[in-house]
């Protein structure tokens, strides 16, 4: 059963720390990319929905385990006609038919997952062959000084912020399944370097 901590403060200790404005510009120049029939992963407390173009999706799917960030997301605020869905699923076994997305979109949520190399394949199943797959991803730094750091806090940063690993690879784990076509990386500004470099861009389905 989950603590106090797990049901009532991480939920809004995620959407307060995922919805600071260096992410929000993030967002802003990755999600308005995704078109047709869209995926997000762990959807957490709904921060990309304002970004998506009613116009160019048809339809937008959000998984989550988390009950209490569903419910965030579900007040989320979103453009005026973006059909949405919101479901209790986990990104490691998705209840969806191989080839029913045309774009999956994950943000901060491959570090959270248990094991983000079968979430990758999960989503490369249910997206159609060239479908894409938009992400923006924390992880592994590249400084030798900032990763013995990230090795040695993760145990107590996984415990404190729900699973959230600070070590995971993310371009190789994508470009593991996936043909990377747009790669950026860089630390985000004024975020601790131990969880702020970040990964983004689009990768597509082959
Ligand atoms: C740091 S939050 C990021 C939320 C959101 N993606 C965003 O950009 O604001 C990590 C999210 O991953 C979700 N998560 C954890 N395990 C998951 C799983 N197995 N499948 C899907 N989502 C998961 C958490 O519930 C949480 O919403």
């Not at 339809?59 to 949405?84: F, K, N, W």
């Not at 979430?119 to 938009?134: D, H, W």
């Not at 690879?169 to 747009?182: C, D, L, M, Y």
Request: charged share 20%.
């Amino acid at each position: 059963m989950a603590s106090f901590y797990q049901r009532h403060i991480l939920p809004r200790l995620i959407k307060c720390a995922c919805g600071c404005e260096m992410v929000e510009q993030k967002r802003a120049a990755i999600i308005p990319g995704a078109s047709g029939r869209v995926l997000e992963l762990g959807i957490g407390g709904g921060l990309n929905m304002k970004f998506y173009d009613p116009a160019r999706v048809s339809g937008l799917t959000g998984i989550d385990p988390s009950p209490e960030l569903r419910a965030y997301a579900q007040a989320a605020p979103r453009a005026a006609g973006l059909a949405v869905e919101i479901l209790d699923a986990s990104a490691d076994a998705m209840p969806f038919a191989h080839a029913s997305f045309d774009t999956v979109v994950t943000t901060f949520t491959l570090c959270s997952v248990p094991d983000a190399p079968r979430a990758l394949a999960e989503a490369r199943r249910v997206l159609r062959p060239g479908g894409q797959l938009l992400f923006c991803e924390h992880g592994s730094a590249p400084d030798a000084g900032v990763a013995v750091w990230q090795r040695r806090l993760e145990p107590l940063w996984k415990r404190a912020f729900g699973g959230c690993h600070l070590t995971r690879p993310v371009g190789s784990n994508i470009a593991a399944q996936f043909t990377i076509e747009q790669l950026e990386s860089g630390y985000m500004p004024k975020a601790p370097r131990l969880a702020g470099w970040v990964e983004w861009g689009r990768a597509v389905a082959v």
